[in-house]
């Protein structure tokens, strides 16, 4: 008997293991960057960077950045050093076990496929670290690659190269970076000596992720990554190193009319940090050695799950909503030697603890009409445990302190309401209200750290901080043109700051010994920071040759201390600028040749918490050709910095200023299929 053939099977589109965007993210100031802005970027933070109020703790970028420097915070309210912002790349958290922290080289920009910007605190799905908001990252999908390959100045040398295999229901994507650098020295001029020296950089990378589509809705996908880094501090004799991998599991089931859909996902990182400091010669011709942290192993790990439900009819409607709940665990400890004296290292430090946060959350959106209404309400319980710190004598082995901390647990209630109107053809108003918390990291909790002549001391009391802010905002999208404006005020209570106990020469409990021109400072909860602040965007789009752009961020941040730190009361938060402002313009102006332009501008900023350093405003530009050879091989050529502005980053207590990276000429290939 003939039967018949079997029919072909559908072509399977094989994707990463993720839920689509949330219909309620419309109603929340949401900026999105694309494949472009992402692969014209050396690295991810400066591809951030092109969103005014968007950067590190201090004005510079990976390239130079300490590790500890490394967290990125949204809208100028009070950068920090572990950061204010949640960082995800397919729902997993890039933020460091140990730091808070994101060490950007492990994430090379062609490696993504886009990634959203949420300001506002997080809330929701988000829940611990979304302070300020989140950048939530998309990792690469469907078949095809890229490739950069550059050199440049201060011999810089960069390679990154993503791809993507596929064949019937597996798919594979595989990522690598490798940057170095001879680096600049950021101290110039008369103030320079011996002591100063480039802040060369070696970075490597590399990811891989398995997709497998189980079935046409159910996907899962196994992803591995590791990065290393080490990189100098600009003074003889101190530098830094951050090593790390992660692995994740995700299982996923896309929802659909008539059934719910769900993401369950595991995930792990191991991170390490070491860091030599030391303290710089008056004259700063020699510097002696004052601290080698030689490792910080940190562990973190977690879990989380939800499930969503879309296009139910309700109210004469259409609802959505998400049930979740998360978990994420870290452990870790800073290993430290310090108290040079008579040429040796005479003390050892051991100091570290646990921590963990556990919530669940719900979500859901309504959409009638020209409204969409969306909120969600979340519970988290966090603790502090196991915290010690542990000091001995190397000669003798005596311990000279040995404190162990108290546990410490809680529970923080956050929640975001959002309401979003169509006016007109275009036209959308929008206002929202949230909450949020971040809990100190055990970086802040135990690991007291020095920079030059400045020392900076942990504090295991520390409780989270907490967010609560309102805004509203009208959008405009026309056939070439879009604008947005978003007014905003923002409170942290409880907020985590660097507080200036007291200046050297001179002998402190549990600090030591601070030479002159330094400060000693301990992180504490120092009262509140109230921020008010607007933001604006335009985009402009001339035919298929010219795309125009330009965003403006107006930030007025001030701290009280209340009783706890009343010496900073009607005082600005260190690092965080009132005025930042960028503009950028794309023009083809063949169909072989392309220029881009960006220039960005800040105001003056404070490098500390009492406002006596002040680093002075600046305005840089970069410019960019590019030369398509053929399809999907392009020559193109750069100047970061094109009028080598002197842009200040740092300053000592003596008034000594280190400056950002100088004008800087690279060349590359980049190929893509």
């Known amino acids: 008997m003939l039967q018949d053939a079997a029919a072909p099977l559908p072509d399977v589109v094989v994707t990463a293991a993720r839920l689509p965007p949330a219909a309620g993210e419309a109603a929340f100031s949401v900026i999105r960057l694309d494949p472009d802005r992402l692969d014209r970027a050396t690295r991810l933070d400066e591809a ?5 109020a968007v950067s590190l703790f201090r004005r510079t970028s990976s390239l130079a950045a300490n590790p500890t420097t490394q967290g990125i915070s949204l809208r100028a309210i009070a950068p920090s050093g572990a950061g204010r912002t949640l960082v995800t790349l397919d729902g997993v958290p890039l ?34 670290g979304a302070l300020t908001g ?51 020295i950021p101290v110039r001029g008369a103030r320079a000596g011996a002591a100063d020296v480039p802040l060369d950089l070696a970075t490597l990378s590399g990811a891989i992720r398995a997709d497998v589509a189980l079935t046409d809705a159910t996907a899962l996908s196994l992803r591995a990554s590791a990065y290393e880094e080490d990189r100098g501090a600009g003074l003889l004799g101190a530098r830094s190193s951050a090593t790390g991998q992660s692995y994740s599991a995700t299982l ?15 995930w792990r990182r191991e991170s390490d940090f070491a860091n030599t400091s030391v303290a710089v010669a008056a004259d700063r011709a020699t510097t002696t050695p004052a601290n080698n942290q030689f490792a910080t192993p940190a562990e973190g790990w977690g879990a989380n799950l939800a499930v969503r439900r879309t296009a139910v009819s309700f109210g004469g409607g259409s609802l959505e909503w998400e049930l979740g709940t998360d978990a994420r665990f870290t452990e870790g400890e800073t290993r430290e030697r310090f108290r040079f004296m008579a040429g040796a290292f005479t003390r050892d430090r051991v100091a570290g603890g646990r921590t963990s946060v556990i919530g669940a959350y719900g979500e859901g959106s309504w959409t009638t009409g020209p409204w969409l209404v969306a909120g969600g309400l979340r519970i988290d319980g966090w603790s ?24 410490r647990s809680g529970e923080v209630l956050s929640a975001r309401l959002a309401v979003r109107r169509a006016l007109a053809p275009g036209l959308a108003a929008r206002a929202a209200a949230y909450s949020g918390f971040r809990p100190a990291t055990l970086n802040e909790l135990h690991r007291s750290f020095r920079v030059g002549n400045d020392l900076t001391e942990a504090n295991a009391a520390l409780v989270p901080e907490t967010l609560q802010g309102v805004e509203t905002g009208l959008a ?46 301990q992180r504490q909860n120092a009262g509140t920071i109230d921020a008010t602040g607007l933001e604006l965007t335009a985009g402009h789009r001339l035919g298929e040759t010219l795309a125009l752009d330009a965003a403006l961020s107006v930030t007025d941040a001030e701290v009280d201390g209340g009783t706890a730190a009343p010496q900073l009361t009607g005082l600005r938060p260190a690092q965080a600028p009132v005025w930042s402002a960028s503009a950028g313009a794309d023009w083809r102006a063949t169909d072989r040749l392309s220029l881009i332009v960006r220039a960005r501008y800040e105001s003056r900023r404070f490098e500390d918490d009492l406002n006596s350093r002040v680093l002075d405003g600046a305005i840089t530009a970069d410019a960019r050709a590019e030369w398509t050879v053929r399809d999907g091989v392009t020559l193109y050529a750069a100047a970061d910095n ?32």
């Open 476 to 521: 405009w999208q026309g056939s070439a043109t879009t604008l947005t404006g978003t007014v905003f005020w923002n409170r942290i209570e409880d907020a985590i700051v660097n507080v200036t106990l007291g200046t050297g020469p001179g002998t402190f409990p549990r600090a030591g010994f601070v030479p002159a021109g330094g400060v000693l400072r």
């Open 134 to 184: 989140v950048i939530a990252l998309r990792e690469r999908d469907g078949v095809g690659g890229s490739l950069d390959l550059s050199s440049g100045e201060y011999g810089g040398r960069r390679l990154a190269a993503a791809t993507t295999l596929s064949t019937g229901r597996l798919a594979l994507t595989g990522t690598v970076q490798r940057e170095q650098s001879d680096g600049y």
């Open 95 to 128: 933020n460091d076990p140990f730091g808070g922290w994101v060490i950007w080289s492990q994430v090379a920009p062609e490696s993504l496929s886009g990634l959203d910007i949420v300001r506002g605190a997080g809330a929701g799905p988000y829940g611990a």
């Open 252 to 266: 996923s089931h896309t929802p659909s009319a008539d059934r719910p859909g769900w993401r369950a996902q595991v």
């Open 642 to 673: 094109l009028f080598d502005a002197g842009v200040a980053v740092a300053e000592s207590g003596d008034g000594v200023e280190g400056y950002g990276p100088p004008r800087t000429l690279r060349a590359g290939l980049s190929l893509s299929w």
């Open 384 to 407: 502090n445990a196991d915290g010690r710190r542990l000091e001995r004598d190397r000669a003798t082995g005596l311990a000279t302190l040995d404190e162990t901390d108290p546990d």
């Open 48 to 52: 951030l960077a092109t969103i005014p």
